[in-house]
């Protein structure tokens, strides 16, 4: 269980099971054991047919519509399948304590700078309306007098 809506900050510091007890009165399913299988599966074909040592068709589906960042591989391949290189490089990572490492980062430098340049228009035209009703309230003349 986390407390924002991008899942990095745990509601406590059992991942969430503790909040999860004291609101709903049972355990948070799956905190005690994964439902993901760890084990490792062989993609080779070993079942004695015509197909004996080629990879099982789920794996090669798998592969093939997976993104691929093939940069270092030119000497091995004669097409390189780059396309999901920047998609890869812009994953944020994140640690067995759920905290997220977002790398050097920035932000982007043109919607920084629009930013901060309606921080000082803003400030800046908040002081000169301040100023216009101050000079205003100093200029009204008293009719009841």
Do not use: H, W
């Not at 509601?11 to 948070?28: C, H, I, P, V």
């Not at 994964?34 to 015509?50: H, P």
């Not at 399948?81 to 944020?92: F, P, W």
């Amino acid at each position: 269980m986390f407390t924002d809506d991008a899942c990095t900050n745990f509601a406590d510091n059992s991942f969430g099971k503790t909040t999860y007890y004291q609101m709903t009165g049972s355990s948070l399913p799956y905190s005690d054991a994964s439902i993901i299988d760890s084990a490792c599966y062989s993609c080779e074909n070993d079942e004695g047919d015509d197909d004996a040592g080629a990879a099982k068709e789920v794996c090669t589906n798998v592969y093939q519509n997976a993104g691929k960042c093939e940069t270092g591989l030119s000497s091995y391949k004669s097409s390189v399948n780059t396309n999901a290189c920047d998609y890869m490089s812009g994953i944020k990572t994140s640690s067995s304590s759920g905290i997220i490492n977002s790398g050097a980062g920035g932000g982007n430098k043109v919607a920084n700078g629009f930013i901060g340049v309606f921080a000082v228009a803003f400030v800046l035209l908040g002081s000169y309306t301040y100023y216009l009703k101050t000079k205003l309230d100093r200029g009204r003349i008293n009719l009841s007098d």
